[in-house]
């Protein structure tokens, strides 16, 4: 995938050992060479995809995944060349709305799509797309035509600053406002038709391709799956995605979504029988798709009912598969709705894998208890301990519930100062907290003629400053 | 290379033993930097390297080994390394009639075969070439990872049949090493895992185990590494030595100390 070179030479000196060994030139996770360009400057050229962005730590390829809070979770967005997991939910009332949000985002940003379903018409999907929320300077420029190739005279020649010459210069396809990453949607709203129909989208429908007679090679996985594995690869090529297909020259992303994966609707028994015939089927699918997807410009969502799965192994399998899997976890029907903790919230989302991607580290968000809500207009997501933490400030002193709100702070849940810091505070608080019950020996008094009260929730209620014990304790 | 997993294996490039087989394992968390330590540690130390690599793709490993000082290409253009890249294979074989036999031509058939082209793949990659002087050390297989033959429709038997062979062609016959990653799936009942999984302890002389904190994630310290040293060949006169170290991985380099003595918390 590109990776945007911030240093002209570092990139020539890996990108030509690169180049020679790969036969095509779009290849994901590969760094781009320089390329003979007729200009004065010697650094190499990079052209920039709307819709996408660099990430900081790698400079990875990322597409956004139309849920700018999720972006944020993953560490920047999805990279281009991976596939994102959705464990759907029990009744199947949040997953679609991620789902339409993944291919919303990549109507607004211009991008390809390609949505497969066995239950849906893939033009009824389109329809149902929320719209987007552009502020009325977007949307003007929006209206205009999209696909403006003009490209910035910028051979202006710098004389003090000469040394910046040499960098890169970023060439942009289309207006600056569409290629924003990650944009807020109104799930009350539909998205204007003019913007369905000027984009470029193709559809799966396996009731529709399974009656065709073309001839499937029998590779063990069910026909369905085969049908759409040879849907995408042909996509992938004839739109020249992968960059082996000479006459095309494809500067875009194609994001592919599949619903519903492994529900019986596909041909699947892995939710009906524990040892079915098939139980290798959707991990070959999987494996096959990896494939893909690594050598094209290309991003995919899958949404799966992993709840269904009767063996629990095959899901272990389909996470290791995948690279980014999501969990959401609605609270319909469970004893959660009428908890007050989350009285706020819909349900629980969990980011149960981030991939390594070019990489020994991944962006491993610390936190996480997260919920998330569907209000009238926005999906938001927000981490639950901040409405545990406003019931429960009496069993934080204020001090440590300040330091917990605190952006990064190194007390945060997960770190190692905090669980110490509980640890003792607790251990204190339970040792002062028992000399409320009667013992054989009274309380002790020191000297000075004020009793060292004991630690318990009335301690810090009504906020004066009392002795807290632990830590913070005076040493007598 | 990771100089401080070095020091805890008590190993050098330049004097590692031969003939061994090494088991990485990983539980609730993510091993493959235990990959990259040793392919980059055996290029190093001037073997011959054959990389069955069916998880990730060839620029993911050639990236992440710039980072710990070797270059994937260059070993690939000299020879040093031979590379199987188990997804674009897998893309080639099933949308192309392939004419020769493929190592991994399995994915085209409906039954669970066994793994015999790969076996003659590793074979004719490893096997030493008659120019005269010696020019690598030693060989070496690489295979990343395991489990995904068996999600693949291999059976757990096939595949220790596979690194039987391979053990008896590249361990004891051209008295190489040999490293393998599988995954341990903890509480999820794969049977098939388990059984591979087992198996592979016995018959392994040192086994590294990349498993999670019990007391869930932190972000100090990443996981916690088990080292266990075995003699499978000889009855146990000795005891198996076994350490526990907990581990931060950092950009390019994976920091070790004992439980409990990391620095976030000193």
Redesign the interface.
């Known amino acids: 995938m590109a990776a945007v070179a911030t240093c002209g030479s570092v990139a020539a000196s890996?990108g030509s050992?690169?180049a020679t060994?790969s036969k095509s030139n779009v290849?994901?996770?590969?760094?781009r060479g320089p390329r003979a360009s007729g200009t004065n400057d010697s650094g190499p050229r990079l052209v920039s995809i709307a819709g996408t962005r660099p990430s900081v730590r790698?400079g990875q390829l990322l597409v956004s995944t139309g849920l700018p809070a999720l972006d944020q979770l993953l560490g920047g967005g999805l990279a281009v060349g991976t596939v994102l997991l959705i464990e759907e939910d029990k009744y199947n009332i949040y997953s679609p709305l991620l789902f339409k949000y993944f291919l919303a985002e990549g109507t607004v940003s211009g991008h390809t799509l390609l949505v497969a379903s066995a239950k849906e018409d893939p033009a009824n999907i389109l329809q149902e797309l929320p719209a987007p929320l552009l502020d009325d300077k977007c949307k003007k420029e929006f209206d205009e035509d999209v696909y403006d190739h003009k490209t910035p005279e910028s051979n202006i020649k710098m004389r003090i600053a000469w040394r910046y010459q040499l960098l890169p210069k970023m060439e942009q396809i289309g207006p600056v406002s569409s290629s924003r990453f990650g944009h807020y949607y109104d799930a009350s709203k539909r998205m204007p038709q003019e913007l369905i129909e000027a984009s470029n989208w193709h559809g799966f429908f396996l009731p529709e391709k399974i009656s065709s007679t073309v001839k499937v090679?029998?590779?063990?996985l069910t026909p369905g799956y085969t049908k759409l594995?040879?849907f995408i690869?042909n996509i992938i090529y004839e739109e020249g995605f992968d960059g082996s297909n000479p006459q095309k020259k494809q500067r875009n992303i194609l994001r592919i979504g599949i619903q519903n994966l492994g529900s019986p609707l596909w041909g699947d028994d892995i939710c009906c029988a524990e040892n079915g015939g098939n139980s290798?089927s959707l991990?070959?699918f999987l494996?096959?798709l990896?494939?893909?997807l690594?050598?094209s410009l290309s991003a995919c969502i899958i949404t799966m009912p992993t709840h269904l799965i009767q063996n629990?192994?095959i899901?272990?399998?389909v996470t290791?598969?995948s690279d980014i899997v999501v969990g959401l976890e609605s609270f319909i029907g469970s004893e959660r709705e009428t908890n007050p903790l989350y009285k706020d919230y819909h349900g629980l989302i969990h980011i149960r894998q981030i991939p390594?991607?070019?990489?020994?580290?991944c962006d491993?968000s610390?936190v996480?208890d997260l919920a998330f809500k569907l209000k009238r207009k926005l999906f938001t997501i927000e981490w639950v301990q901040d409405n545990y933490l406003r019931q429960e400030r009496n069993i934080y002193p204020p001090g440590f519930s300040y330091l917990l709100k605190q952006k990064d702070s190194a007390w945060g849940e997960?770190?190692?100062?905090h669980?110490?810091f509980l640890m003792s505070f607790l251990a204190k608080a339970t040792a002062f907290a028992s000399r409320l019950v009667r013992h054989s020996e009274p309380l002790k008094q020191n000297g000075s003629g004020r009793i060292r009260q004991a630690a318990g929730p009335r301690l810090w209620h009504d906020g004066r400053r009392q002795e807290a014990p632990g830590l913070l304790g005076i040493p007598p | 290379m990771f100089v401080e997993l070095n020091n805890l294996l008590n190993t050098t490039p330049d004097t590692a033993e031969q003939g061994k087989l090494t088991l990485l394992c990983d539980a609730k968390t993510?091993g493959?930097?235990l990959v990259?330590h040793f392919l980059s540690f055996y290029l190093k130390a001037n073997c011959k390297v054959c990389f069955v690599a069916l998880?990730q793709?060839f620029?993911?490993y050639?990236?992440?080994g710039?980072?710990l000082g070797v270059?994937l290409?260059?070993a690939?253009?000299r020879g040093q390394l031979v590379f199987l890249e188990?997804?674009?294979?897998?893309?080639d074989i099933?949308?192309q009639?392939q004419k020769e036999p493929h190592p991994l031509q399995f994915?085209?058939?409906?039954?669970a075969g066994n793994l015999k082209p790969l076996f003659e793949f590793v074979r004719e990659a490893l096997k030493p070439v008659d120019s005269g002087e010696a020019q690598w050390t030693y060989p070496v297989l690489l295979v990343d990872d395991l489990?995904?033959l068996?999600?693949?429709?291999m059976g757990a038997v096939a595949v220790l049949d596979f690194i039987h062979y391979c053990r008896a062609t590249v361990c004891w016959e051209l008295k190489g090493n040999m490293v393998v990653l599988v995954?341990d799936?903890g509480d999820?009942?794969?049977?098939?895992?388990d059984i591979l999984l087992n198996g592979l302890s016995h018959q392994s002389h040192l086994i590294l185990r990349a498993e999670g904190l019990a007391?869930?994630?932190?972000?100090?310290?990443h996981g916690q590494l088990r080292i266990l040293w075995r003699r499978p060949s000889q009855p146990t006169v000795h005891r198996d030595q076994s350490f526990t170290y907990q581990y931060k991985?950092?950009?390019?380099s994976?920091s070790f100390f004992a439980k409990g003595m990391?620095p976030?918390?000193l």
């Not at chain 1, 290849?27 to 760094?31: A, E, K, P």
């Not at chain 1, 390594?356 to 580290?361: D, E, S, T, V, W």
């Not at chain 2, 994915?107 to 039954?111: F, G, S, V």
Request: proline fraction near 1%; aromatic fraction near 4%; charged fraction near 25%.
């Open positions: 890996t050992a690169v060994a290849t994901s996770f590969q760094r790698n090679e029998p590779c063990s594995l040879q690869q290798h991990t070959k494996y096959v990896r494939g893909l690594r050598t629990k192994a899901i272990a399998r290791t598969l390594r991607l070019n990489n020994l580290i491993e610390d996480k997960g770190s190692l100062q669980s110490t | 993510d493959s930097f990259h998880i793709s620029s993911h050639s990236i992440v710039q980072k270059s290409t260059m690939r253009e188990g997804l674009k294979s897998a893309v099933v949308f009639a994915l085209r058939e409906a039954n489990s995904v068996l999600s693949l429709g995954h799936s999820a009942e794969d049977e098939e895992n007391t869930g994630f932190c972000r100090d310290v991985i950092q950009d390019k994976v990391s976030a918390v």
